[in-house]
């Protein structure tokens, strides 16, 4: 059995960041991950590239070549992904032991886990190799300033766990950057009946059947469950992580993990 975590969200919301922060906390407390770019406009990267996409295909090439633009070109390039999930991935997957941890890093374009299938094929054939796989979506802090943009994020975050059907964490990233915590922890666990009171006085009154539709919705599928992440804070990543590895059930494996680092084995 392997682990693998599906980091996905909106554009800039922090996702390569978090996969660099995660590989140098795990480096720091000496477990073993792998982190797999699946960017292929991807640029630069701070963390040690697993495995990349763009040695299977070219951005660059695709767009000069078919004529596409940046956007377009990404889709034909994820497609060509899918293509090649019995070729390229397995053969790629072929490099690791039974019990690896890998982290992949997606692309922004929101549209490949609202209704575009390469990602949810990927996670398929990823759990027809015996992955245990978790989506972790990102949600960028700084946008939680108003409880619009907190319902449109959890409609956002909503449509991937409905499309990935994966055991699904929800985080907010970048809490270095949120002055006020107190805004924030309304959003973090916040209480349904404040949530559309607000919602109610923001809005105009023929939404207010709407406005409660949605705040069901959201509650029933307890999408107002949020961990905050600070990465200048080991605790903070430590706890995240502790989480997901619930979600996916890694924890065994990693007891006999540990025992190899004893330094008494030397
Ligand atoms: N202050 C702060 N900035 C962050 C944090 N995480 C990411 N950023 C910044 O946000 C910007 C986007 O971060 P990325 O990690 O590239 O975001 P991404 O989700 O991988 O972006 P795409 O791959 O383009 O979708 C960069 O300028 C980062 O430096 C954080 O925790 N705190
Ligand atoms: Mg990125």
Same mark, same amino acid.
């Given at each position: 059995?392997?682990?693998?975590?599906?980091?996905?969200?909106?554009?800039?919301?922090?996702?390569?960041?978090?996969?660099?922060?995660?590989?140098?906390?795990?480096?720091?407390?000496?477990?073993? #991950?792998? #982190?797999?770019?699946?960017?292929?406009?991807?640029?630069?990267?701070?963390?040690?590239?697993?495995?990349?996409?763009?040695?299977?295909?070219?951005?660059?090439?695709?767009?000069?070549?078919?004529?596409?633009?940046?956007?377009?070109?990404?889709?034909?390039?994820?497609?060509?992904?899918?293509?090649?999930?019995?070729?390229?991935?397995?053969?790629?997957?072929?490099?690791?032991?039974?019990?690896?941890?890998?982290?992949?890093?997606?692309?922004?374009?929101?549209?490949?886990?609202?209704?575009?299938?390469?990602?949810?094929?990927?996670?398929?054939?990823?759990?027809?190799?015996?992955?245990?796989?978790?989506?972790?979506?990102?949600?960028?802090?700084?946008?939680?300033?108003?409880?619009?943009?907190? #319902?449109?994020?959890?409609?956002?975050?909503?449509?991937?766990?409905?499309?990935?059907?994966?055991?699904?964490?929800?985080?907010?990233?970048?809490?270095?950057?949120?002055?006020?915590?107190?805004?924030?922890?309304?959003?973090?666990?916040?209480?349904?009946?404040?949530?559309?009171?607000?919602?109610?006085?923001?809005?105009?009154?023929?939404?207010?059947?709407?406005?409660?539709?949605?705040?069901?919705?959201?509650?029933?599928?307890?999408?107002?469950?949020?961990?905050?992440?600070?990465?200048?804070?080991?605790?903070? #990543?430590?706890?995240?992580?502790?989480?997901?590895?619930?979600?996916?059930?890694?924890?065994?494996?990693?007891?006999?993990?540990?025992?190899?680092?004893?330094?008494?084995?030397?």
């Amino acid at each position: 059995m392997g682990y693998a975590q599906l980091v996905i969200g909106p554009a800039g919301s922090g996702k390569s960041t978090y996969c660099s922060s995660l590989y140098q906390h795990c480096e720091t407390i000496g477990r073993r #991950i792998h #982190i797999v770019n699946l960017d292929p406009a991807a640029e630069s990267f701070d963390y040690p590239v697993a495995m990349d996409i763009r040695e299977l295909i070219s951005l660059e090439d695709v767009m000069e070549e078919l004529k596409l633009g940046p956007n377009g070109g990404l889709i034909y390039c994820m497609e060509h992904l899918e293509e090649n999930l019995d070729d390229w991935l397995s053969e790629e997957l072929n490099n690791y032991l039974d019990d690896d941890y890998l982290v992949f890093d997606c692309p922004g374009q929101i549209e490949l886990f609202s209704h575009v299938p390469v990602l949810r094929n990927f996670v398929d054939h990823l759990k027809r190799n015996n992955f245990s796989v978790c989506g972790v979506y990102l949600l960028d802090s700084q946008f939680m300033t108003d409880v619009t943009k907190f #319902i449109s994020g959890c409609m956002a975050s909503l449509s991937a766990m409905v499309q990935l059907e994966l055991p699904h964490v929800n985080i907010l990233s970048k809490m270095d950057l949120v002055t006020n915590k107190r805004d924030i922890e309304d959003y973090l666990n916040p209480e349904p009946r404040v949530l559309l009171s607000e919602l109610n006085q923001r809005m105009a009154p023929q939404f207010e059947k709407l406005n409660k539709s949605l705040i069901e919705l959201v509650d029933e599928y307890s999408m107002v469950s949020f961990l905050p992440l600070d990465l200048r804070k080991e605790s903070s #990543i430590q706890y995240v992580l502790s989480q997901i590895d619930n979600c996916i059930q890694y924890g065994e494996d990693a007891d006999v993990k540990v025992k190899d680092f004893d330094p008494e084995d030397d």
